[in-house]
């Protein structure tokens, strides 16, 4: 069974639900067998007709509703709704269900969440017969299939009759809230750059060889490996012996993430919109930087800005980021690159690597983004990341067949020359471009961060 379903002897008081509406009557599967039996009886009987089915229905119906009449009224009943505060995507999580019989008798009880569907809830249901001043205790299991905050509100709670034959039935408002966070699916590749930087800071060299810092951090005796630029003539003199110079990256720098949250972003890229990719790229760029310590904020904007989370170092950053972006979702509107970047412009003076995720469609990033660019370009370091569609591409590598695919590979091949014109225009005006694949764009932005600070053009 899905759900779990317990009815105990006693248990914890649950909160009441704050107000019912919507109350009914229901039959019940056993009035419906009785009336059928009843009616074949009748009807098998010597000189009973349709008239006598219909007086024995009708007198059934009349202990049908009697018998709702002394079921309890379900908004008597203590119920209450236990949700996870938080659950990240991919995972499992449970909810739970409490209802308490505070009558001397046992009840028949069933219970229906408005549980939505994209949290995928093994069952919205429960029912089980609770013994007199007994607990009916219910758990589901739900897998949420996309992130975002979740409001249920009411619980729909049925009590069955004495005989069981109707019920009473009632829309129990039981408020809750439950928030899906994004799953960090660069995690591991954070950490791993992370570990990287900080080898170049120590002086030693990676495995792609990105550099030195700009900040003065030690002097050492030379090694074979030191270039030898690095060396201090002056403190070689006094040792007697080959002295360098070591460098790390600088610290309290500032990047901060532009994330369109517009109309292109709508767009599904690998099975989901392109603003999943953008949320993960930029929970990867506040790990990398806030773990080499320099502040990361994040401003999410489409027509307006829907969220902002000023720029800070230090571990909890990364969490106020996630809270900030969670429940995200794209307005199918152009986004207004101007004012978002008038804004950032006002509150940073200071030269910051400005990172702006986006989709690189020609015809929005010429109208929109390129006339708005040379307001933070004189000021700032610019980078603008794309997530490309791999479909796209195999499309325009398709072989030759109808005469649809033959239009469709024409059209892929047209799309991919107009990226290609638009990376080479952003290109030119100045920002650093990022064109990655899915799985690949929080990996290129953290490489690019990083190479950013080791070459100090910040």
Request: glycine letters at 8%; one cysteine or more.
């Amino acid at each position: 069974m899905a759900a779990t379903a317990t009815a105990t002897a006693a248990g914890p008081a649950p909160v009441p639900a704050t107000a019912a509406h919507r109350r009914g009557l229901a039959p019940t599967r056993r009035l419906a067998l009785v009336a059928a039996l009843a009616s074949l009886v009748v009807l098998v009987l010597p000189g009973a007709g349709l008239g006598w089915v219909l007086v024995v229905d009708g007198a059934l119906l009349g202990v049908a509703l009697l018998d709702a009449a002394l079921a309890p009224r379900p908004a008597a009943l203590p119920v209450r709704r236990d949700l996870p505060p938080a659950v990240t995507l991919g995972t499992t999580a449970e909810v739970t269900w409490t209802v308490r019989n505070p009558t001397g008798r046992s009840l028949r009880i069933a219970l229906a969440d408005e549980l939505a569907p994209s949290l995928r809830a093994d069952t919205r249901r429960a029912a089980a017969r609770v013994p007199a001043r007994g607990t009916l205790r219910a758990v589901t299991t739900i897998r949420p299939a996309r992130r975002g905050r979740f409001v249920p509100r009411e619980l729909v709670v049925r009590v069955d009759g004495p005989l069981g034959l109707a019920s009473r039935q009632s829309a129990l408002v039981v408020p809750g809230e439950l928030r899906v966070y994004p799953s960090f699916r660069s995690k591991d590749e954070a950490e791993l750059r992370i570990r990287k930087a900080r080898i170049l800071e120590v002086g030693l060299r990676s495995a792609q060889g990105l550099g030195a810092g700009t900040e003065f951090d030690q002097l050492r005796e030379y090694s074979v490996d030191d270039e030898f630029r690095r060396v201090d003539w002056g403190a070689t003199a006094r040792a007697g012996r080959p002295i360098v110079r070591t460098y790390r990256a600088e610290r309290n720098q500032t990047v901060l993430v532009l994330l369109d949250n517009g109309r292109v972003m709508a767009g599904r890229v690998d099975g989901v919109p392109r603003v999943e990719h953008a949320v993960d790229a930029a929970m990867m760029l506040t790990a990398v930087a806030t773990g080499l310590g320099d502040r990361c904020g994040v401003v999410a904007f489409d027509r307006e800005v829907r969220a902002a989370v000023p720029p800070a170092s230090g571990r909890s950053q990364l969490g106020r980021v996630v809270e900030a972006l969670y429940d995200l979702e794209p307005v199918l509107a152009e986004s207004d690159y101007a004012g978002a970047f008038n804004e950032t412009m006002a509150r940073f003076r200071r030269r910051t690597m400005l990172v702006v995720l986006t989709d690189l469609v020609a015809p929005a990033v010429d109208e929109w983004l390129v006339p708005a660019l040379p307001l933070i370009l004189r000021e700032h370091l610019v980078v603008v990341a794309s997530v490309r569609d791999p479909d796209v591409a195999r499309w325009a590598a398709g072989g030759d067949g109808d005469a649809g695919a033959a239009y469709r590979r024409a059209a892929a091949v047209s799309a991919l020359e107009a990226r290609r014109r638009t990376v080479a225009r952003l290109r030119g005006l100045g920002a650093t471009v990022v064109d990655a694949a899915p799985g690949d764009l929080a990996p290129a932005l953290g490489d690019t961060y990083i190479n950013v600070k080791a070459t100090g053009r910040l």
